[in-house]
């Protein structure tokens, strides 16, 4: 099991990227528009910078659902690998069984 903070500080940078997602798409947007002026689009740059670092997507870590564990996550089941063997195991997720050949 991971340390609670860092759970809960994971899903606050979860809350900040959704809050600041469309204000960050429309500035990106006229940073990479060759059409603007040069100062536009350095007035968005700065804008952009200013903004919370932590309400970037890229630094939302993917984390087990159930542990919280931070290495090793299934994207698709949003779980670590040790507890989607458990569970996978037990017959819990739907569809997924054990390979034998």
């Known amino acids: ?8 500080k994971n899903n606050q940078r979860k809350k900040l990227a ?3 997602a469309d204000k960050r798409e429309a500035l990106r ?3 990479s528009d ?3 002026s040069p100062a536009d689009r350095i007035a968005a740059a700065q804008k ?3 903004l919370p670092r932590n309400s970037s997507k890229t630094r939302i870590r993917n984390r087990c659902a159930v542990t919280g564990r931070p290495r090793g996550t299934l994207r698709k089941f ?3 690998r ?3 063997r458990d569970l996978a195991l037990e017959g819990q997720i ?3 069984r054990k390979s034998s050949w």
Request: glycine share 10%.
């Open 78 to 80: 949003g779980l670590g």
């Open 34 to 36: 060759l059409k603007k």
């Open 82 to 84: 040790n507890k989607f």
């Open 18 to 20: 959704a809050k600041y």
């Open 48 to 50: 952009l910078a200013e």
């Open 29 to 31: 947007e006229i940073v």
């Open 1 to 8: 099991m991971s340390r609670v903070a860092a759970i809960y």
């Open 94 to 96: 739907p569809g997924v």
